[in-house]
């Protein structure tokens, strides 16, 4: 077998000028579908980088194409968790961490 990638790079600028939607529209897509979260702006802004690649199967690659072309309405994956409006998550992080405080200093 030669050599594989396992990453993609998707160019979304002319999708986000024809019709509104971002990279991050985009990312966050396939994550509600079980997708690995993409590198999103890499290594251009406006770019995703995306798996799966042709090291995947194609049963994988189908899924892939099926959640960009929104085909799976009653296989939807729902996230256990919501998502966070990007402004205010950056503006009101905090930490969820047990405080350095709690650790034995012996």
């Known amino acids: ?10 160019d979304l ?6 019709s509104g939607i971002s990279a991050e529209d985009v990312a966050k897509r396939l994550i509600d ?4 979260a993409p590198t999103l702006s890499f290594p ?3 770019a995703l980088m995306a798996e799966p690649t042709e090291s995947e199967p194609l049963v994988e690659l189908d899924r892939f194409c099926d959640a960009m072309l929104a085909s799976l309405k009653r296989q939807k ?4 968790v919501g998502r966070v409006d990007n402004v205010y998550g950056d503006r009101n ?3 969820s961490c047990v405080p350095v405080t709690a650790f034995d200093q012996g």
Do not use: Q, S
Not at 13 to 18: A, C, I, Y
Not at 77 to 80: G, H, K, L, Q
């Open 93 to 95: 992080l905090f930490c």
């Open 77 to 80: 994956y729902w996230a256990p």
């Open 1 to 10: 077998m030669g050599d594989v990638a396992h990453e993609c790079i998707l």
């Open 33 to 36: 579908y079980g997708f690995h």
């Open 13 to 18: 600028r002319p999708l986000k000028e024809t």
């Open 44 to 46: 251009v802004p406006g």
